[in-house]
């Protein structure tokens, strides 16, 4: 079955970087499991395309496969249970949702995530931005710091700034996020990937 605890265990190890590249053995270190059950696992998602691989000797590197849809599938099931552990963490977090709801229906917005202490709203074109930010609707969100951004600049500082893949909680548009991520996935496997320890 997609997406069962363990798949989403591993899943969860690359969310904070999709550029991540790791072995079977590291997967089962980093998860405090034995080695034939993840090799068991990783195996299956290999299989399944979830997994790209890399053969080196007798060793197994395994990167996530943005292309298949079921990999985006179990990305977004992780984002979702981060989404839900922050609203019960801070349960003042709801009503900026709500807020959220009522601008959707005024303007188009592709993307919204938590970062930190600020909100960045992300716009398909600057007409969409500036509308938002001309708007009463930046005044909802009076109590957090609101970036927005237009697409161009969000792929920009995906690429530019590690910390918001790792360090975000989706609000709105999970598909739109890992579209974005898809799109500059080359430059970021260019500057992030590496053998991690």
């Known amino acids: 079955m997609i ?4 798949e ?3 899943i969860e190890l690359y969310s904070g970087n999709i550029s991540s590249i790791y072995s079977i ?3 089962a270190g980093k998860l405090g499991k034995k080695y034939p059950y993840i090799n068991k696992k990783v195996n299956l998602l290999i ?4 997994f790209k691989k890399i053969v080196i000797g007798r060793s197994y590197l395994c990167s996530l496969n943005l292309k298949n849809d079921e990999t985006i599938y179990l990305l977004i099931l992780n984002e979702i249970r981060k ?4 609203l019960e963490a801070h349960p003042k977090l709801q009503g900026t949702l709500d807020y959220l709801d009522k601008v959707k229906k005024a303007i188009p917005i592709q993307l919204v995530i938590k970062s930190k202490e600020s909100l960045f709203f992300v716009f398909e074109g600057l007409d969409d931005k500036e509308r938002f930010e001309k708007g009463t609707f930046k005044q909802l969100f009076s109590h957090q710091r609101i970036e927005a951004l237009t697409k161009d600049s969000f792929l920009a500082m995906l690429v530019d700034d590690k910390d918001i893949q790792e360090h975000h909680i989706i ?3 999970f598909e739109k996020y890992y579209a974005y991520l898809k799109e500059v996935e080359t430059e970021l496997n260019l500057k992030y990937s590496k053998l991690m320890p």
């Not at 997406?3 to 363990?6: E, H, R």
């Not at 299989?47 to 979830?50: F, L, M, V």
């Open 3 to 6: 997406g069962n605890p363990l």
């Open 8 to 10: 989403q265990e591993i």
């Open 25 to 27: 053995n590291q997967i």
């Open 47 to 50: 299989k399944g395309r979830i």
């Open 83 to 86: 989404k839900k552990a922050e």
């Open 171 to 173: 609000l709105h548009g």
